[in-house]
């Protein structure tokens, strides 16, 4: 199966990309398939989405159509 792997601002600089097609299985968790197309990105302190819904890291992805990376925001 493939999905859509999104990063977003810090996230698409230390992936080295904003958007990829990658190759997954539904028991595979955002932190294995994140550690395995961007060994460069650390997903510490950033946060997930899987189908533009907040995640668990370490949740399977199940039958997911998009990835997205989130790096922390902040402002006021």
Do not use: K, N
């Amino acid at each position: 199966m493939q999905l859509r792997l999104l990063a977003f601002a810090v996230a698409a600089d230390r992936a080295g990309f904003r958007d990829r097609l990658v190759d997954y299985s539904p028991e595979e968790t955002p932190r294995a398939l994140v550690g395995r197309a961007a060994p460069s990105l650390s997903p510490d302190g950033m946060r997930v989405a899987v189908d533009c819904e907040y995640h668990d890291w370490d949740a399977p992805i199940g039958e997911a159509e998009e990835v997205a990376i989130l790096p922390p925001v902040s402002g006021g």
